[in-house]
C-alpha cells in the first residue's frame, strides 16, 4: 500500500534522512523502530507531505505521492498522528473532532464517525465541551487517535502514541491500535516502546541514524539479538 | 459640538469603531502568520480612495444616499481586500517560512509603496481631497450630545461588522480553520486544511475590515490624503497590542481604550497629542506584554 524508496530528507545542512527504504502492506501493522534522532519522526513527516524529500520516491495505492502537500494528501487517505499530539490547545473537544472531519463532504459521515470516536473512547464523550489543551496527556492522545478516526485514513502514521503515558493507558493505546487495524486500517506505527510494538506489529523495520538498518516479520526481529540488545534491552 | 459626557462618549465610540476596525485586521494577521503588517493602515487609506472614486464616478447621484453609500462600503470593503490579498501573495507568502525580519521590513516595504505610489499617481497625487457628503447631513440630539447620522451610520456599520466577524471566527467551520491554522499550522494541515487558503482569507477579511473603516473614516473626517493611513493605523497596532496579539476581542477592547486615551489627551494636554496612546503602550509593555486579554493559551486570532 505504502512504498518508501531509497527516501533522503535534509534540513538545511543536517542530512536527517538518508536512506530508508520500507514498504507497509495493505492491511498490516508495521513498525519503525530506532534510537532518539534516528529519523523516525522525519520519515512520517515526510510521508505526510510536512517535510520535504531531497532524494527517493513515496508511493501510495500504485500512487506516487513525493512531495505533494500535505492537506491534498488525507483526502487521498493518509492520516498522521504527529509526535506529541498536536492538539489545537483553545479548541475544544468536540471542535479537534469536528475540524478532523474538513475534507469531508457529507458532515453526517463526520457525525457517525465522531459517534464512533466516543464508542472508543467514552473518556472523550465526557470531556465534548473542554479545551483541548486542558486535556491530560493520556486524554490528548486518545483525541489525537480519533481525530484521525474521523479523518479516516486507510493508512494511519502514528507517532510514538504512547509517549509519557501510564502503563495502563499504554495497553489501552495499544488494544485500539490493534482494534482499528482489524476494522481495516493499515498501520505505521513508530515507537520508542520497542517491546509493546513489536507484540502487536506484523513487520519492523529498525531505523538508525538515517539508514534503514535490519527489518523483518516482528517475530524474527523480536529474536534478533543486535535488535534485543539495542532495543529491547536485554 | 457640545463638550458634555455624552457628547465625548460618542467621539470616543465614533474614533474607537474605526480603530477597532483596523486593529481587527492587524490582530487577524498577526495570529495566523505572526507578521505585524505596518501595511495595514495603508489598506485603510485605499479603502477610502475606493470609496472616493466611487462617489467620483457616481457624482451625480451624491445626495442619493443611502443607496450609494451601501455601494461605497461594498466596494471600499473590496478594494481593501484586494489590495491585503495582492500584498499577501506577492510580497509577503514568498517570504512566508523565512526569517521573521524579511517579512517584518517586507511589510515597511509594502506600506512606503502604496503611500508614495498614491502621492504620485497622477489621479491621486499627494494633496488632500475632500471628501463628498453623500447623504443630505442631519444632526439629532441625545442627552445633550449632537449626533450626526454619519457617525449613527459609522457605529452601526462597525457594530455589524464586528459581531459578523465574531460569528464568523466562534461559529462557521472557516472560523474554527482559521483558529486551528493559528494555533498550529501541521496540525491544520494534517486535518486536510489548505492553511495558503485559509491565510488568504485573513488577509481578504482583515482588508476588507481596513477598506470599511477607510470609507467611514473618510464620511465623518472628510479629508484624505495618501498618508492619512500612518498615524490610524500606529493607533489601531498599539490598540492591537493593549489589547493583546492576535486576539480578537482584545483589538476592540484596546481600540476603544486608544480613542478614550486620544479623547482626553485632546481635551486636557492637547500640546503634546497622542502622547496618552504611547504612555499606554509603554505600560502595557512593561506591566502586562501579553495584552489585557492576551494569554499564552489564547486563540491567536
Ligand atoms: N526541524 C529540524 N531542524 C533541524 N534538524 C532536525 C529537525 N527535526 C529533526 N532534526 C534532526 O533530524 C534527526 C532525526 O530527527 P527525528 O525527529 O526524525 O528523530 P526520531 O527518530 O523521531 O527521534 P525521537 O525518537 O527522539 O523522536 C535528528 O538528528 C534531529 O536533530
Ligand atoms: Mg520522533
Request: charged share 15%.
Amino acid at each position: 500500500m505504502l512504498t518508501v524508496k531509497n527516501l533522503k530528507v535534509n534540513y538545511g545542512q543536517i542530512e536527517a534522512i538518508k536512506e530508508v527504504s520500507f514498504e507497509v502492506p495493505e492491511g498490516k501493522i508495521v513498525t519503525l523502530i530506532g534510537a532518539n534522532g534516528a529519523g523516525k519522526t522525519t520519515t512520517l513527516r515526510a510521508i505526510s507531505g510536512l517535510e520535504k524529500a531531497s532524494g527517493g520516491t513515496i508511493t501510495f495505492k500504485g500512487k506516487d505521492i513525493t512531495n505533494q502537500e500535505a492537506h491534498q494528501l488525507v483526502p487521498l487517505g493518509i492520516s498522521h498522528v504527529p509526535e506529541g499530539r498536536k492538539i489545537f490547545p483553545t479548541l475544544t473537544v468536540y471542535e479537534n473532532l469536528e475540524i478532523a472531519g474538513w475534507t469531508i463532504k457529507d458532515k453526517k459521515i463526520v457525525k457517525q464517525r465522531m459517534e464512533e470516536v466516543f464508542t472508543a473512547f467514552p473518556r472523550i464523550r465526557e470531556r465534548i465541551s473542554q479545551l483541548g489543551g486542558t486535556l491530560s496527556g493520556g486524554e490528548q492522545q486518545m483525541l489525537a487517535v480519533g481525530r484521525a478516526m474521523v479523518t479516516g485514513g486507510e493508512i494511519l502514521l502514528l507517532d510514538e502514541p504512547s509517549m509519557g503515558l501510564a502503563p495502563v493507558l499504554v495497553d489501552e493505546i495499544f488494544e485500539r491500535i490493534v482494534a482499528l487495524n482489524k476494522m481495516g486500517r493499515t498501520i505505521l506505527l513508530v515507537e520508542q516502546n520497542a517491546a509493546e510494538a513489536l507484540e502487536i506489529a506484523d513487520f519492523a523495520y529498525v531505523l538508525e541514524v538515517g539508514y534503514t538498518k535490519y527489518s523483518g516479520p516482528a517475530k524474527v526481529m523480536k529474536a534478533d539479538p543486535r535488535v534485543r540488545e539495542a532495543y529491547l534491552g536485554v | 459640538m457640545g463638550s458634555t459626557l455624552a457628547q465625548q462618549i460618542i467621539n470616543v465610540l465614533q474614533l474607537g469603531s474605526i480603530y477597532a476596525l483596523i486593529a481587527l485586521g492587524y490582530t487577524m494577521v498577526y495570529g495566523i502568520v505572526r507578521l505585524i503588517n505596518f501595511a495595514h493602515g495603508d489598506f485603510f487609506m485605499v479603502g477610502a480612495y475606493v470609496a472616493y472614486a466611487v462617489f467620483y464616478a457616481f457624482n451625480a447621484y451624491i445626495g442619493a444616499g443611502s443607496p450609494l453609500a451601501f455601494l461605497a462600503l461594498a466596494i471600499a470593503m473590496i478594494g481593501g481586500a484586494a489590495i491585503a490579498m495582492l500584498s499577501n501573495q506577492l510580497a509577503y507568502k514568498p517570504l512566508r517560512y523565512k526569517p521573521k525580519l524579511s517579512s517584518l521590513v517586507t511589510a515597511i516595504g509594502v506600506s512606503m509603496f502604496l503611500e508614495y505610489f498614491f502621492s504620485a499617481f497622477p489621479l491621486i497625487g499627494p494633496s488632500q481631497r475632500g471628501f463628498p457628503e453623500i447623504l443630505p447631513k442631519q444632526m439629532y440630539t441625545i442627552f445633550g450630545a449632537e449626533i450626526s447620522n454619519y457617525v449613527i451610520l459609522d457605529l452601526a456599520v462597525a457594530a455589524t461588522l464586528m459581531v459578523g466577524l465574531t460569528f464568523l471566527i466562534q461559529k462557521t467551520s472557516l472560523g474554527r480553520a482559521m483558529r486551528a491554522v493559528s494555533q498550529d499550522k501541521d496540525a491544520a494541515k494534517l486535518m486536510g486544511i489548505n492553511v495558503e487558503s485559509i491565510i488568504t482569507a485573513t488577509f481578504l477579511i482583515g482588508g476588507a475590515f481596513a477598506g470599511a473603516a477607510g470609507l467611514l473614516a473618510g464620511l465623518t473626517y472628510p479629508r484624505i490624503q495618501p498618508y492619512m493611513g500612518i498615524l490610524p493605523g500606529l493607533k489601531a497596532f498599539i490598540a492591537a497590542v493593549v489589547g493583546g496579539i492576535g486576539n480578537v476581542p482584545g483589538a476592540m477592547l484596546g481600540a476603544y481604550i486608544l480613542a478614550l486615551a486620544d479623547n482626553i489627551n485632546d481635551t486636557y494636554i492637547s500640546q503634546f497629542s497622542n502622547l496618552l496612546a504611547f504612555l499606554i503602550l509603554i505600560a502595557i509593555l512593561l506591566i502586562r506584554p501579553t495584552g489585557i486579554l492576551g494569554e499564552k493559551t489564547a486563540d491567536k486570532i
